[in-house]
């Protein structure tokens, strides 16, 4: 008996030193990410590293620890452009950076319009007479885009680069529906409308391979022109033309392939590049061979921070999908975007606005929403810019007629002017089990729609004609923001998505040109002089917990992530399956009356792993109210 209560005792003892040390942990966390700050004052002599592990966006999404924990997986990086530009330009005058070392051996890509600005900044500090140093092991586009750039590209000797172009694709569900005999309602307006093909066709119909075909084209071509601009010695074309001629010809070794068409300048490993970089940087000799001085990239925009004060254009930014809610940032939540609006209208400093619009839409109420508390800005007589990133369709159209004016990029996809919602039924399947519905309705409405006893003619032209009143809607704006008749808006919407140069050339945009031109533009209608306006940017302050936790989540520099050319591929086609939980969510219907470009998400860097596959893990658990 002795025995048995010593060791309860000792259980008990451990028990409790488990729980003590929790709390110390739990509280340590908490003490050291109140105090955790990017370090302004870690600016050393040296290089300024721009290591890029991970993608461009315009809005970093919060990151959700508990999803990240359910998910198994680590979250990718997210570096925001306005920063790396920033950083970029900051630099190329300030004497203390010998060199810009460019470090894109784990970069997962960007939108094109991102990238392309990135690009000019590094092409500015290169002008300045500032020297730019890549390496990386394997070029995709969206890395190449950048190394294009640079005074110096280097890649590893087991390394390579392979280009493949916009385009690809998506999964088709009909037959897999007509299996499970799930039955997909659908209710659209638009020709050009496939976001909705999926749960209606086994296949593209020829429309929307028309309509892709017709934006990708040209997008391609800017990628291809953008490059040889930057590098007029690489010989592109013909391995662009014939990738599996090319490599052939010199037998698989892609280095050599790289080599032969100067693609790239040097061929060495990281020590190699390291100790090129140290050359101009100093060598770090605590950190080992090919280790340089350098700042990092957060210690440096930490260090120089934005002008405030005095007069502002506000900036806001619609980045992600637009849902219903306070969500984001990384999603456009309708009720913080208006919060975050109206807030900007108690500044009395804030004389003119900027919406920054980098969105393949979503819901059409949150878009309206939004819209209207943009026009209270203009309603109060503040000019209203609008500024399109690499994406602003459907929902994100919506938005962008509340604008006095329109900024894009060629790059820019645009448009998708069209409505539409899915709901699923399943009473083809219960039947099958013998499971059948019944009941007394007081009118052709009641207990409508019916999930499972399936939809009667009633609500489907319910539905329908709210669907096409909807896009009467949508048309009118266009039609008021451009000067427009709503029958000229209709030859080119009907869910047509648009390259930014055709967009500009059918008057849904006005003009081409950077977010810094639509600040620029919108100063000038405020009458502000130049140099005598500050950007405040009208955005959800994530705070030090939320950013300590992310950081404790954030892969490693030592992450296993491979970096090959199959890896890369493989690591693309992975990113993709969260379509699949995407279309899920979407045939739920819980997400309403959708002015939505799915094929234009492609356009934008993936969501993080964990928080995608969080939003349908915690969709579920909403709609059961758990």
Same mark, same amino acid.
């Given at each position: 008996?002795?025995?048995v ?9 451990i ?23 990017? #370090? ?7 290089a ?7 993608v +461009?966006?315009?809005?970093?999404? #919060? ?37 810009? &070392?460019?470090d894109l ?22 002008? =300045?007479? =500032?020297?730019?140093?890549s390496?990386?092991?394997?070029? @995709? %586009? ?9 005074s ?16 690809? @694709? ?5 037959d897999?529906l007509d ?13 050009? =409308? ?7 066709? @086994? ?16 997008i ?15 010989d ?10 090319a490599?052939?010809?010199? #037998? ?14 040097k ?18 000799e ?5 280790a340089?001085?350098?700042?990092s ?7 120089n921070?934005?002008?405030?004060g ?24 309708g ?15 804030l ?11 979503g ?10 508390? +943009? ?14 990133? #690499?994406? !602003? ?7 962008a007629?509340a604008?006095?004016?329109?900024f ?8 998708? +002017? ?7 039924s ?5 039947? %099958? ?5 019944d009941?007394v !309705?007081?009118?052709?409405l009641?207990g409508?729609p ?10 489907d ?6 669907i096409e ?14 000067g ?11 869910? /047509? ?17 950077? +977010? ?6 919108a100063?000038?209608?405020? =009458?502000l002089?130049?140099?005598a ?14 950013q300590f ?5 954030t ?34 219907? &819980?997400?309403?009356?959708? !002015? ?6 492609? !356009?934008?860097?993936p /969501? ?9 893990? @915690? ?8």
């Open positions: 008996m002795g025995f209560k010593g060791a309860w005792k000792v259980l008990v003892a028990k409790d030193g488990l729980v003590l040390l929790a709390m110390l942990l739990f509280f340590g966390l908490i003490l050291a990410a109140l105090s955790w700050r990017p #370090n302004p004052a870690a600016v050393t002599d040296g300024l590293l721009v290591k890029l592990d991970g +461009i966006v315009e809005e970093p999404e #919060n990151i959700d620890p508990v999803a990240t924990l359910l998910g198994g997986q680590a979250p990718l990086k997210q570096f925001r452009e306005r920063d790396v530009i920033r950083a970029i330009d900051t630099a190329a005058d300030d004497d203390r950076v010998k060199v810009i &070392a460019l051996d784990r970069f997962m890509g960007g939108g094109q319009v991102s990238l392309e600005q990135i690009g000019e900044a590094l092409s500015r500090a290169k002008a =300045k007479g =500032k020297p730019i140093y390496f990386a092991t394997f070029y @995709s %586009d969206a890395a190449y885009l950048l190394a294009a750039h640079s110096e590209i280097w890649i590893d000797p087991m390394g390579g680069a392979a280009f493949t172009g916009p385009g690809g @694709s998506r999964l088709y569900y009909k897999f299996r499970f005999k799930v039955t997909a309602h659908v209710y659209r307006v638009g020709t050009f =409308k496939s976001a909705v093909e999926p749960y209606l066709r @086994s296949d593209q119909s020829p429309e929307a391979k028309q309509a892709l075909l017709a934006v990708y084209e040209p391609w071509a800017n990628w291809q022109a953008d490059v040889k601009k930057a590098r007029p010695a690489a592109l074309a013909g391995y662009i033309a014939d990738p599996a001629a490599i052939t010809a010199v #037998n698989g070794d892609l280095v050599k392939l790289a080599t032969d068409r100067k693609i790239i300048d061929v060495g490993d990281r020590t190699a590049f390291g100790k090129r970089v140290a050359a101009l940087a100093g060598a770090d605590d950190e080992g061979p090919g340089f001085k350098h700042t990239l957060t210690d440096w925009v930490a260090a921070p934005a002008k405030t005095g007069d502002e254009v506000g900036v806001i930014t619609i980045a992600g999908t637009i849902v219903d809610g306070k969500a984001g940032p990384g999603t456009a939540g009720d913080r975007i208006e919060e975050l609006l109206h807030e900007g209208l108690q500044r009395d400093n004389k003119a606005l900027v919406v920054r619009v980098d969105s393949p839409g819901s059409a109420f949150a878009s309206e929403q939004i819209r209207r508390a +943009i026009e209270t800005y203009r309603g109060r007589k503040i000019p209203v810019v609008i500024s399109m990133g #690499n994406v !602003a369709a459907s929902g994100g159209y919506w938005v007629t604008g006095d004016t329109i894009a990029e060629p790059s820019t996809i645009t448009g998708s +002017i069209g409505i539409f919602a899915v709901l699923p399943f009473e083809r399947a219960l039947a %099958d089990y013998g499971v059948k519905a009941g !309705a007081t009118t052709d009641s409508q019916d999930l499972l006893g399936g939809f009667n003619s009633t609500v032209t319910f539905i329908q004609r709210t009143h909807d896009y009467r809607r949508f048309l009118g704006l266009v039609g008021k923001a451009r427009m008749t709503p029958a000229q808006v209709d030859d080119i919407a009907q869910g /047509r998505v648009w390259d930014g140069g055709t967009a500009r050339q059918i008057k849904l945009v006005d003009r081409f040109g950077s +977010i810094d031109d639509a600040i620029a533009e100063a000038k209608r405020a =009458k002089k130049d140099d306006y500050s950007v405040h940017y009208l955005e959800t302050k994530p705070d030090a917990f939320e936790v992310s950081g404790m989540f892969p490693s520099d030592d992450s296993k992530q491979a970096r090959g050319l199959v890896a890369q591929l493989a690591w693309r086609q992975h990113a993709a399956l969260g379509q699949v939980l995407g279309d899920l969510n979407l045939l739920s219907g &819980a997400q309403g009356v959708q !002015a939505w470009c799915l094929e234009c998400s492609s !356009a934008l860097p /969501r993080t792993t964990a928080n995608a596959s969080a939003s349908w893990f @915690s969709q579920i658990f909403t709609r059961t109210g758990t």
